[in-house]
């Protein structure tokens, strides 16, 4: 099942910001790219997360775009993973992975629930533009291109 063309399913999560963020409170402020993570443990989600910390400031000053990142851990973890990775935004803890099954799904492993790989491009409106769920956990759209598919009005920026 594919989210493309409908409304991204709301949530609330505790932050690594502290408090909680809510998908509709971020909306507010316009587009929204969520992210869901299988881990802390996950090497190729840190490697994503990385690039999209090197343009979220970036994506927030000239675009308005927020990035929520989803990690499938408490957020003691979750927080430890912002930490060792020196990731300059706000990461968000779905231990339950209640809300990586709203959007990519989430599959039982040694790790507990974890998170399968998904990126989800919301515009303004919380219509999901942009959606590529990762067939192998390497499998990541990584910040730079996700700024240009911004830029480019929801069109890929490489004319695909």
Not at 32 to 54: D, I, K, M, P, Y
Not at 91 to 104: C, F, M, R, T
Not at 114 to 141: C, F, K, M, N, S
Request: charged share 20%; aromatic share 10%; net charge negative.
């Amino acid at each position: 099942m594919t989210l493309e063309g409908s409304r991204g399913p709301e949530f609330e999560l505790p932050s690594t910001a502290g408090g909680t963020v809510a998908l509709t409170d971020a909306l507010s402020d316009g587009p929204v790219v969520v992210l869901v993570n299988r881990g802390h443990w996950c090497s190729f989600c840190a490697e994503q997360l990385q690039t999209f910390s090197a343009v979220s400031y970036d994506l927030w000053f000239h675009d308005d775009v927020t990035i929520l990142p989803i990690v499938t851990d408490p957020v003691e973890k979750v927080t430890e993973m912002r930490d060792r990775y020196d990731l300059g935004m706000q990461l968000l803890a779905d231990p339950d992975g209640v809300v990586a099954e709203q959007y990519s799904g989430t599959e039982q492993t040694s790790h507990g629930v974890t998170g399968i790989a998904g990126t989800y491009v919301l515009d303004e409106e919380g219509t999901v533009r942009y959606e590529q769920v990762a067939d192998h956990p390497a499998d990541r759209t990584y910040g730079n291109w996700v700024r240009y598919f911004v830029r480019n009005g929801y069109a890929d920026p490489f004319g695909e």
